[in-house]
């Protein structure tokens, strides 16, 4: 069985130290190995990539991994969100989350 992965946001990070994360941005550089995302708050994220990124590098991505430091993640697993996604309402979501961290569970 999968372990819940909280959905968080740049200013969550230090909070998470060593935990396993999900968190969505807008990659802003891909330097071979590192990318700079820039989280749903606007966060300037480093993202050390550890597992395969999606074809064709899309402009906004869904990363799992594991918070290194307040500004870092090692990523593992990567999704594509393509080209046009709402980063505000997304980290409006987030913030509900953060209430209701497992909204669809007894």
Request: glycine share 12%; with cysteine; hydrophobic share 40%.
């Amino acid at each position: 069985m999968d372990i819940h992965k909280a959905r968080v946001n740049g200013s969550m990070l230090a909070s998470n130290i060593n935990a396993h994360v999900t968190l969505v941005g807008e990659i802003i550089q891909d330097a071979g190995g590192i990318l700079q995302v820039r989280a749903c708050d606007g966060a300037q994220i480093s993202v050390d990539v550890k597992g395969e990124l999606p074809a064709g590098t899309p402009k906004f991505i869904e990363i799992i991994g594991e918070v290194q430091g307040q500004d870092n993640i090692v990523g593992q697993s990567f999704t594509a969100l393509g080209d046009d996604f709402d980063l505000e309402t997304y980290n409006e979501a987030v913030g509900i989350l953060q209430k209701f961290p497992t909204p669809f569970t007894a």
